[in-house]
């Protein structure tokens, strides 16, 4: 029986041995990136629409710029990322994208836009109301990330009276 047990003990030790990477390693990078940023409303709050024409507000941070069906199909394949909950009531906002198997690294954003769904049908009642610009024709600007960076500066206008133009149509 001692035999057994020591036996059983030191198969266990090269089993751990043998699959044991070193262990914890302090530079390893996590496997997501941050994007945030701060939430301007042009007009301030008298501009909002009627709380009932707003019945979810996310920001959505395409790959590239969407096209018409390409929007759902970029959800679902993961290549958009998406605030979890609405930001309605929020001045900030944040977005973990994680990095998985067939994630280009650097990872390029190409279109940061605020969205507000405005009926009930969650597949078509989106219309942009906010875009990542780089000036004042709403021209989207693109963002670089990295597995690991954090970028809290990705700043959006949202402007319910004056959208700015619709990507797909």
């Known amino acids: 029986m001692r035999l057994y047990g020591k036996l059983l003990l030191g198969c266990v030790l090269a089993l751990l041995l043998s699959h044991c990477d070193g262990g914890l390693?302090?530079?390893?990078?996590?496997?997501?990136?941050?994007?945030?940023?701060?939430?301007?409303?042009?007009g301030g709050s008298?501009?909002?629409?009627?709380?009932?024409?707003?019945?979810?507000?996310?920001?959505?941070?395409?790959?590239?710029?969407?096209?018409?069906?390409?929007?759902i199909a970029a959800v679902l394949n993961g290549q958009a990322y998406f605030t979890p909950t609405s930001i309605l009531d929020s001045t900030h906002y944040?977005?973990?994208?994680?990095?998985?198997?067939?994630?280009?690294?650097?990872?390029?954003?190409?279109y940061i836009a605020?969205?507000?769904?405005?009926?009930?049908?969650?597949?078509?009642?989106?219309?942009?109301?906010?875009?990542h610009a780089s000036d004042?024709?709403?021209?989207?600007?693109?963002v670089v990330l990295r597995r690991g960076e954090r970028r809290l500066d990705v700043d959006i206008t949202i402007d319910f009276r004056n959208p700015p133009p619709q990507p797909f149509r």
């Open 114 to 131: 605020v969205a507000q769904q405005y009926g009930p049908n969650v597949f078509r009642d989106w219309r942009v109301v906010g875009v």
């Open 136 to 142: 004042s024709l709403w021209t989207p600007k693109a």
């Open 46 to 71: 008298e501009s909002y629409p009627p709380r009932d024409s707003i019945l979810d507000l996310r920001v959505v941070a395409f790959r590239t710029i969407p096209r018409d069906s390409s929007i």
């Open 94 to 110: 944040a977005i973990s994208i994680p990095f998985t198997e067939g994630t280009p690294e650097p990872l390029r954003l190409e």
């Open 25 to 42: 390693d302090p530079t390893a990078l996590p496997p997501t990136a941050e994007l945030g940023g701060r939430l301007t409303v042009r």
